[in-house]
T-cell receptor
């Protein structure tokens, strides 16, 4: 059973455009939702994260929108740049001594110049 | 600041040979440690996690094992590699009480 579903699988955006990646989850116990950026041959790097007590978090050109009632969250990349071309993973975890992280299947973003 | 190291970065091994991948974390104590595997173009599969020395939990039955001989050291092993063990192996750590999960640079294993 896939705990976190991510879409689309791949995305092509023109430079300057908005990239939007969506994730949905089922487990209402999840209380931490990070996004990771991964370049080829590298480990994923934490990009931005949100907790369910807020509906939006913005860091520079990256924004997470969170809809608790719909159990969905999304990553918006404003003014997308070729350097943003990477694979993006959403994840979810719940509290406790050990936080298991459940990852989405990834979205490969290609920003065309 | 905290850092995480993985080695080797690249490994090519014949089927049936043993495997040892090592991961160490610096700048923190008593971290939670994780091993993930990423198949080509695929997502992240949790293999093992550890909340302390000698404490290993396995997520997926497989040809691999993990050990944590020291607080900040996590080792992934196999006695006999299979072709299906090929992939990109990622070590990760998380501080107790903090939600942030940090990954190492990964070890690419090719089994021939």
């Amino acid at each position: 059973q896939q705990q976190v579903k991510q879409s689309p699988q791949s995305l092509i955006v023109q430079k300057g455009g908005i990239s939007i990646i969506n994730c949905a989850y089922e487990n209402t116990a999840f209380d931490y939702f990070p996004w990771y950026q991964q370049f080829p041959g590298k480990g994923p790097a934490l990009l931005i994260a949100i907790r369910p007590d807020v509906s939006e978090k913005k860091e520079g050109r990256f924004t997470i929108s969170f809809n608790k009632s719909a159990k969905q969250f999304s990553l918006h990349i404003m003014d997308s740049q070729p350097g943003d071309s990477a694979t993006y993973f959403c994840a979810a975890s719940s509290g406790g001594n050990f936080n298991k992280f459940y990852f989405g299947s990834g979205t490969k973003l290609n920003v065309k110049p | 600041s905290q850092t995480i190291h993985q080695w080797p970065a690249t490994l090519v091994q014949p089927v049936g040979s043993p495997l040892s991948l090592e991961c160490t974390v610096e700048g923190t104590s008593n971290p939670n440690l994780y091993w993930y595997r990423q198949a080509a173009g695929r997502g992240l599969q949790l293999l093992f996690y550890s909340v302390g020395i000698g404490q290993i939990s396995s997520e997926v039955p497989q040809n691999l094992s993990a050990s944590r001989p020291q607080d900040r050291q996590f080792i992934l092993s196999s006695k006999k590699l299979l072709l299906s063990d090929s992939g990109f192996y990622l070590c990760a750590w998380r501080s107790y009480g903090n939600g942030e999960l940090f990954f190492g640079e990964g070890s690419r294993l090719t089994v021939l």
